[in-house]
């Protein structure tokens, strides 16, 4: 198991109110040993123009999984934080409604770096983009 902290997804729910990820309804629906699952509704929230899902909300749930993910792998939280470096998004497929799943795995776990890889499916689970996020673990200022 690579989780350090003790969570739920109730508790990570509740950790994410009043945030980007309330705002656009992005919610934490499970875990396994290795990866983070999140859901993301294709709404007027999440729509570009068209009324097809925005890309930028596709690589928001994806940046949202793997930085709350980072997290969870942390020794001691107190100390240090997890902060995003880079990530790129293909998108694959467009999505018109319902909702988006969401997975983070890691893909590395260093002392000092973080690669999360994240699929975004629809709920038919046709692949819908493809994210690489990296996160660097740096120690919190006083």
Not at 63 to 75: D, I, N, P, V, Y
Not at 109 to 125: K, T
Request: proline share 2%; net charge negative; with cysteine.
């Amino acid at each position: 198991m690579i989780w350090k902290q003790t969570f739920t997804v109730e508790g990570l729910n509740q950790f994410s109110a009043d945030t980007l990820l309330d705002t656009i309804g992005i919610e934490f629906t499970g875990s396994g040993d290795d990866y983070l699952v999140a859901r993301m509704p294709v709404d007027k929230r999440t729509f570009q123009p068209f009324r097809l899902l925005h890309g930028g909300a596709s690589v928001a749930l994806a940046e949202s999984l793997g930085s709350t993910a980072s997290m969870l792998c942390l020794e001691d939280i107190e100390a240090y934080q997890a902060v995003g470096l880079e990530i790129n998004a293909n998108h694959l497929k467009s999505a018109r409604g319902g909702f988006v799943i969401g997975t983070a795995r890691p893909v590395r776990l260093g002392r000092r770096i973080h690669v999360w890889n994240i699929e975004i499916r629809d709920e038919q689970d046709s692949l819908i983009c493809v994210s690489r996020l990296t996160m660097a673990i740096i120690q919190k200022s006083a």
